[in-house]
């Protein structure tokens, strides 16, 4: 139990174009969600707070009128990058957390961005 | 807000030989501390975690250790075999559908 899917696996894109990526929980229903950021021998960066039925939460220095975050039903939060631009290149990881666990999070296989 | 510390940020050591890898956070209301090994292009897949309740925590071959006051918790990994070669994150949290925030890596190498 516990999976988390994202999709796309990989998406190439072009500067100026938005690109939305889906993060489901298949099996539990997740009132929260988070999206991670992490470029390469980095680590995973907090970019946001997803709260079904609500408002993201974003993490200061993230803008969140560039990354859009929907968290529509209790198994799906996308995260929208607007005008995306080179340096929005990066691996995209999604986790949710199931409200009877104590702390754990379920991460979805991540999505690898390029930006041309 | 939370700020978590990891060291080394690259080990290496030999096959059979012992790992640790030392962290500090700064908020002493995180009760829950995860370590994850991640591979290259692949999610973060946890390993053991340990809760503020407890001080130590043992699977196989892999151990946790957490002082509350000093803040301070460890991963040790003993008997290191090849497949142990990986990046690994501790992490902390303030529990049930909170925000994990991670350390910034550990490159670990297992030498033959």
């Known amino acids: 139990g516990a999976v988390v899917s994202q999709h796309p696996s990989w998406v190439i894109c072009k500067s100026g174009t938005s690109v939305k990526i889906e993060c489901r929980s298949l099996?539990?229903?997740?009132?929260?969600m988070f999206w991670y950021r992490q470029f390469p021998k980095q680590s995973l960066m907090l970019m946001a707070t997803?709260?079904?039925?609500?408002?993201?939460?974003?993490e200061q220095g993230v803008e969140k009128d560039k990354f859009l975050i929907n968290h529509a039903s209790l198994t799906l939060s996308t995260l929208t990058v607007t005008s995306a631009h080179p340096e929005d290149s990066s691996f995209y990881i999604c986790?949710?957390?199931?409200?009877?666990?104590?702390?754990?999070?379920?991460f979805g296989p991540g999505t690898r961005l390029t930006v041309t | 807000g939370e700020n978590v510390e990891q060291h080394p940020s690259t080990l290496s050591v030999q096959e059979g030989d012992s790992a640790v890898i030392k962290c500090t956070y700064s908020?002493?209301?995180?009760?829950?501390f995860p370590w994850y090994k991640q591979e290259l292009g692949k999610r973060p897949q946890l390993i053991i975690d340990?809760?503020?309740?407890?001080g130590e925590k043992k699977d196989q071959r892999i151990a946790v250790t957490l002082n509350k006051t000093a803040k301070h918790f460890s991963l040790h990994i003993t008997e290191t075999q090849p497949e142990d070669s990986a990046v690994y994150f501790c992490?902390?949290?303030?529990?049930?559908?909170?925000?994990?925030?991670f350390g910034s890596g550990t490159r670990l190498s297992i030498r033959p």
């Open positions: 986790s949710a957390s199931r409200d009877t666990d104590t702390g754990e999070q379920y």
């Open positions: 099996d539990f229903q997740a009132t929260t």
């Open positions: 997803s709260n079904e039925g609500s408002k993201a939460t974003y």
């Open positions: 908020d002493s209301a995180s009760n829950y």
């Open positions: 340990i809760r503020s309740n407890v």
């Open positions: 992490a902390a949290s303030k529990g049930s559908a909170s925000k994990i925030i």
